[in-house]
T-cell receptor
Framework: NAGVMQNPRHLVRRRGQEARLRCSPMKGHSHVYWYRQLPEEGLKFMVYLQKENIIDESGMPKERFSAEFPKEGPSILRIQQVVRGDSAAYFC??????????????FGDGTRLSIL | QKEVEQNSGPLSVPEGAIASLNCTYSDRGSQSFFWYRQYSGKSPELIMFIYSNGDKEDGRFTAQLNKASQYVSLLIRDSQPSDSATYLCASGQAGTALIFGKGTTLSVSS
């Protein structure tokens, strides 16, 4: 499958636990974006990464959330000490190297995070 | 605050009609514009992208961009029930993340 791969598709955690969401971009794509979507709401940008670099994390909550995109392996969105309000669909998107404008972003199937 | 505004709908059209979806954006520096379709419980799927003023056609879809008015639209000709979904408009600049609108829900009745 040459698309954006996210896992797990569904993740259930209890309050206070940690959640790790993984994203492997499309082949040839070097830019990864994470978005959060609450029911009946739009996509909210969280963080934009390239390999080993965070380009823009202006949408990330200041506490408990972190993201990385290591030289090898998938991008990871990590949520520590989860709370009920973290329940949402988390989407990852990837794009190739940008040129004069944005290249289209392609989305993975998302991870549905449920906090008990 | 950079924003993309869309009418939430629902926009209801009969099968075979033209559906017109509209979007305005606040950032005059935006260079690229995208339309995504999202079915309930699914991920966004890229439909069209446009960078230059004017129209861009792809099958039953036409994207229109007017940078002077900061306005983007998507026309869907010969609408089908399978087109019923939420349509997300997004804008962006090189090196930045996209800004998404909240989406317009389209309902095509047979």
């Amino acid at each position: 499958n040459a698309g954006v791969m996210q896992n797990p598709r569904h993740l259930v955690r209890r309050r206070g636990q940690e959640a790790r969401l993984r994203c492997s971009p499309m082949k040839g794509h070097s830019h990864v974006y994470w978005y959060r979507q609450l029911p009946e709401e739009g996509l909210k940008f969280m963080v934009y990464l390239q390999k080993e670099n965070i380009i823009d994390e202006s949408g990330m909550p200041k506490e408990r959330f972190s993201a990385e995109f290591p030289k090898e392996g998938p991008s990871i969105l990590r949520i520590q000490q989860v709370v009920r309000g973290d329940s949402a669909a988390y989407f990852c998107a990837s794009s190739p190297q940008t040129g004069n404008g944005n290249q289209p972003q392609h989305f993975g199937d998302g991870t549905r995070l449920s906090i008990l | 605050q950079k924003e993309v505004e869309q009418n939430s709908g629902p926009l209801s059209v009969p099968e075979g009609a033209i559906a017109s979806l509209n979007c305005t954006y606040s950032d005059r520096g935006s260079q690229s514009f995208f339309w995504y379709r999202q079915y309930s419980g699914k991920s966004p799927e890229l439909i069209m992208f446009i960078y230059s003023n004017g129209d861009k056609e792809d099958g039953r879809f036409t994207a229109q961009l007017n940078k002077a008015s900061q306005y983007v639209s998507l026309l869907i000709r010969d609408s089908q029930p399978s087109d019923s979904a939420t349509y997300l408009c997004a804008s962006g600049q090189a090196g930045t993340a996209l800004i998404f609108g909240k989406g317009t829900t389209l309902s095509v009745s047979s």
